[in-house]
């Protein structure tokens, strides 16, 4: 089975940077997503690691240490939109691409 | 082309009905898989298809539930006698496939409401 931990809330400033972190266990790793999900609304794709290393896209980046089970999403420059739940997902290795989700993180930007 | 897309968005339906749930993926996308999402939790899988074969439905929480895809693109969620805890938004999504990207698309969710 697999097990994903992230932090349920969190509040940051805007402009500011915030970090949400994401630990795993899983019998066999194949990767990890980090989706947006605005109240409401269907996840969004943001990155996807499977390698160790971190990630750059604009705004946000993400890391991986595989060794360590754990990533985490890096949003700069936090603007008022960014308010949203930020979803840790892992896939398992094993032939297909089953993703299990963590229950997601609500990131809640104040001015 | 167009994005995953779900009907209907949003169902009301009494305990012991039964529902149809409908999914269409994004054009060439062999993989399709449906989750259901309750309030402050992620997505929770319940089923796997890659192409016309359900490759994994460990996640249906039982015998009530059901899906098929047919041909391969569109399919659908059945549920049977339904509960007032199948209340959810239930997700569709797809990918490329085995073969293609692992990122899954999301459609925007059927809201489903057992009264």
């Known amino acids: 089975g697999q097990n994903i931990d992230q932090p349920t809330e969190m509040t940051a400033t805007e402009g500011a940077i915030v970090q949400i972190n994401c630990t795993y266990q899983?019998?066999?790793?194949?990767?990890l997503f980090w989706y947006q999900q605005h109240a409401g609304e269907a996840p969004t794709f943001l990155s996807y690691?499977?390698?160790?290393g971190l990630e750059e896209k604009g705004r946000f980046s993400s890391f991986l240490s595989r060794s360590k089970g754990y990533s985490y999403l890096l949003l700069k420059e936090l603007q008022m939109k960014d308010s949203a739940s930020y979803l840790c997902?892992?896939?398992?290795?094993?032939?297909?691409?089953?993703?299990?989700f963590g229950t997601g993180t609500k990131l809640q930007v104040i001015p | 082309g167009a994005g995953v897309s779900q009907t209907p968005s949003n169902k009301v339906t009494e305990k012991g009905k039964y529902v149809e749930l409908r999914c269409d993926p994004i054009?060439?996308?062999?993989?399709l898989y449906w989750y259901r999402q309750s309030l402050g939790q992620g997505p929770e899988f319940l089923i796997y298809?890659?192409?016309?074969?359900?490759?994994?439905d460990s996640g249906l929480p039982n015998d009530r539930f059901f899906a098929v895809r047919p041909e391969g693109s569109v399919s659908t969620l059945k549920i049977q006698r339904t509960e007032r805890g199948d209340s959810a938004v239930y997700l569709c999504?797809?990918?490329?496939?085995?073969?293609?990207?692992?990122?899954?698309?999301f459609g925007p969710g059927t809201r489903l409401l057992v009264l």
């Open positions: 999504a797809s990918s490329a496939g085995d073969r293609g990207s692992k990122t899954q698309y």
């Open positions: 899983t019998s066999g790793f194949n990767g």
């Open positions: 690691n499977v390698l160790d």
């Open positions: 997902a892992v896939s398992a290795s094993g032939g297909y691409q089953k993703v299990t």
């Open positions: 054009s060439g996308h062999t993989a």
């Open positions: 298809f890659q192409g016309t074969g359900a490759a994994d």
